[in-house]
């Protein structure tokens, strides 16, 4: 069991806008920074948002992060197939004194 | 280009040990703590413990105190992590990733390719 929930998968169809979840309390995104990362099978993850809503350099602005309270959000627009991968959330947890991750959901573009 | 490399995929039998290595390139290796992260098949990550190469200094998470120890080599820029006492539990994808960012922000950038452990008898 996740620390931090996500749902188990979503789906939407190419050029569309989906968003994934990922909730907490007040120890983990309450009080800190969340990433969020993208994972196809076999290959190492990749990291597309990082401090809640901030994209590394050479990511897309396709992809965006947001954080209200104990939950944070990540949003893809223009969908493309090559999006189609699990995306995990990720923070620091003050009670746990441990980086905790969400449980990851498969997006699929239908 | 930043790149961590990891050894390889192993087998082991339960009650025995693991050493799996990471080795680094592309930037000062002293400069950021390497982390190891694993993923049990059909399960989230979990985060195990984290090394400052520069100093040694290692921190793990509660449940693999007394399990897990990480070490670092400056000399080939390579990080270690040995998980002893194996069970079935313990077959996971294992992970290392630097963490990039000031103390609790930032982001594990970038990835080990991973290693699978396989624990059977």
């Known amino acids: 069991q996740s620390v931090l929930t996500q749902p188990p998968s979503v789906s939407a169809a190419p050029g569309q806008r989906v968003t994934i979840s990922c909730s907490g309390n007040i120890s983990n995104i309450g009080s800190n920074f969340v990433s969020w990362y993208q994972h196809l099978p076999g290959t190492a993850p990749t990291v597309l948002i990082s401090d809640n809503d901030k994209r590394p350099s050479g990511i897309p602005d396709r992809f965006s992060g947001s954080k209200s309270d104990t939950s944070a959000t990540l949003g893809i627009t223009g969908l493309q197939p090559g999006d189609e991968a699990d995306y995990f959330c990720?923070?620091?947890?003050?009670?746990?004194?441990?980086?905790?991750f969400g449980g990851g959901t498969k997006l699929t573009v239908l | 280009q930043v790149l961590l490399v990891q050894s390889g995929a192993e087998v082991k039998k339960p009650g025995a040990s693991v050493i799996l290595s990471c080795k680094a390139s592309g930037y000062i290796f002293t400069s950021f703590y390497l982390h190891w992260v694993r993923q049990a098949p059909g399960q989230g990550l979990e985060w195990m413990g984290r090394?400052?190469?520069?100093?040694?200094?290692?921190n793990y998470a509660r449940k693999f105190q007394g399990r897990v120890t990480v070490t670092a080599d400056t000399s080939t820029n390579t990080v270690y992590m040995e998980l002893s006492r194996l069970t079935s539990d313990d077959t996971a994808v294992y992970y290392c990733a630097r963490r990039v960012g000031a103390a609790i922000r930032g982001r594990f950038d970038p990835w080990g390719q991973g290693d699978l452990v396989t624990v059977s008898s």
């Open positions: 090394i400052n190469p520069g100093g040694g200094s290692t």
């Open positions: 990720e923070t620091w947890d003050n009670s746990l004194s441990a980086w905790v």
